[in-house]
């Protein structure tokens, strides 16, 4: 037994040694970084799915440079990544090349709880009984990306709807991600939301869903949830651990290769959006889905599922058409700043006035014309 005490001392030694290390690395907000050519990315982004991940530094060979809302978040055992807490961070550089000094800066601040909220420190209390809840379950479109809280559509449609004589006060919920798709959506609903009755449940989901990936989200899920995977996600992530590494690990160039497979396929699609309508409706919630930037076939799947159970579809880029001719006019301060960015590219492209450069993502006056539909049908869905 005498013989086992320096080996056991001094193992104990090296924990104390190494919890103290891991201890400050975590108080500092130390975060660690992978080099990949002249470029670091946040060490959480190892988390995608490889091909997912090839296709993003492709977008940063392209473009020049790491967008800076991608260090916005990190590692989480359960949904792979989560928005970081306590954060406040101001994002200049982002969306299109052409456009990264024209564009305005956006903000993401959130809580002690990894939720985004306004960067302003704007808080409403409602103590009303009768008090009902908006949640959002989406992706980076209904997350806000590249505009402000206060400008997203989860926040204008509240914003409306307090002053509608159908609704005695409204709090917002926003779950939503930038990245997520169906099958961390159904996770979270599982996990966080609390539905009561007349609450309504915005969902939107797709175009992640659809992305090409070596692995679905569900096979990564369940391969970190095996006791091999846990093990092994522990021990990658310890701060000290993933520091070192990324001292002598950089990225290869990406292998974008071709495949069938998605993160979610059509067939997991319904399943998930069926599943996430089921159960807001058994919580005697008002599901509503939200299409914003979904591909064809998941657009159709999406539309399909929502109709056979008698749940209201948007199309958005559709019902965003009537207000093409009028949109300087609808919000002529937001106008003339993307007009400022732009140019004549605005007038080839008028699409521009409400999306940015990627014709998939809002910009603020995208999210105020979407509350203005979501709340007119708020209206009479009530």
């Not at 924990?15 to 130390?30: D, K, R, Y």
């Not at 979270?188 to 797709?206: A, H």
């Amino acid at each position: 037994m005498k013989s086992h005490r320096p080996f056991l001392f001094s193992t104990f030694i090296v924990l104390i040694f190494f919890g103290f290390i891991e201890t400050v690395l975590h108080l500092s907000g130390f975060q660690p970084a992978i080099p990949f050519k002249k470029y670091t990315l946040p060490a959480w982004m190892e988390e995608l799915d490889p091909l997912v991940l090839a296709k993003y530094q492709g977008f940063v060979v392209e473009q020049d440079f790491v967008n800076e809302d991608v260090y916005a978040y990190q590692p989480d055992f359960r949904y792979g990544y989560l928005l970081k807490p306590n954060l406040g961070l101001t994002i200049s550089n982002y969306s299109s090349a052409v456009f990264v000094d024209k564009l305005p800066a956006w903000t993401i601040a959130s809580d002690s709880k990894g939720n985004r909220i306004s960067a302003q420190n704007i808080s409403e209390n409602n103590n009303s009984s009768e008090v009902q809840t908006l949640h959002v379950l989406g992706d980076s479109t209904s997350f806000g990306w590249g505009v402000d809280f206060e400008d997203s559509y989860p926040q204008q449609l509240a914003k409306k709807l307090k002053h509608s004589p159908a609704f005695s006060g409204v709090v917002i919920k926003n779950y939503s991600t930038p990245g997520f798709t169906s099958y961390q959506g159904r996770l979270l609903l599982e996990d966080k939301v609390k539905i009561k009755k007349g609450d309504r449940v915005l969902v939107s989901f797709g175009s992640n869903d659809s992305y090409p990936s070596l692995k679905s989200d569900q096979s990564r899920f369940q391969a970190r949830n095996s006791m091999a995977g846990k093990i092994s996600w522990f021990l990658n992530h310890l701060l000290i651990i993933k520091g070192l590494r990324t001292l002598i690990h950089s990225l290869p160039d990406p292998r974008v290769i071709k495949t069938k497979n998605r993160r979610v396929s059509l067939e997991e699609y319904q399943e998930n959006l069926d599943a996430i309508f089921q159960t807001i409706l058994q919580n005697e919630g008002k599901p509503q889905f939200i299409s914003i930037c979904n591909g064809e076939n998941y657009r159709k799947v999406a539309e399909q599922t929502a109709e056979a159970l008698n749940i209201p579809f948007f199309n958005f880029p559709e019902n965003f058409k009537p207000y093409l001719s009028k949109v300087h006019d609808i919000h002529p301060e937001k106008f003339v700043t993307y007009f400022e960015a732009y140019g004549k590219l605005i007038e080839k492209e008028p699409q521009l006035a409400f999306l940015f450069p990627d014709f998939c993502h809002p910009n603020a006056i995208g999210h105020r014309l979407m509350a203005e539909i979501l709340s007119l049908e708020g209206e009479t869905y009530n």
